[in-house]
């Protein structure tokens, strides 16, 4: 049983940073996808980033060249490094797993945190 617990939200105004961590306890067969998704009040879950076994990364449209995913597959991390964060940033952010080695987009993941909040006020 795979079990992941986010870290790293809180409160930023406008342009500032934030670094996400997900821990991941259980084993993960270090090819398969991880990804970052995001919830905001009244609105679906949406993929924000994923990243493949190999370190090849994709991203939402809405925060390409903004957020950074990486991990560090030794000690089962997760990482999302968000910059120049925006008041629609502001969300719930899970980290999850698919059990999969590609399309690592995709919205059909496995496993999933419980979350972390992110606010980003104007």
């Known amino acids: 049983q795979v079990q992941l617990v986010e870290s790293g939200g809180g409160s930023v105004q406008a342009g500032g940073s934030l670094r996400l961590s997900c821990a991941a306890s259980?084993?993960?067969?270090?090819?398969?996808?991880m990804g970052w998704f995001r919830q905001a009040p009244g609105k679906e879950r949406e993929v924000v980033a994923g990243?493949?076994?190999?370190?090849?990364?994709s991203y939402a449209h809405s925060v390409k060249d903004r957020f950074t995913i990486s991990r560090d597959n030794a000690k089962n991390q997760l990482f999302l490094q968000m910059n120049s964060l925006k008041p629609e940033d502001t969300a719930m952010y899970y980290c999850?797993?698919?059990?999969?080695?590609?399309?690592?987009?995709?919205?059909?993941?496995?496993?999933w945190g419980r979350g972390t909040q992110v606010t980003v006020s104007s």
């Open positions: 990243i493949d076994g190999d370190g090849r990364t």
């Open positions: 259980g084993y993960i067969y270090f090819r398969y996808c």
């Open positions: 999850a797993v698919r059990f999969a080695r590609n399309n690592c987009l995709s919205s059909v993941y496995n496993n």
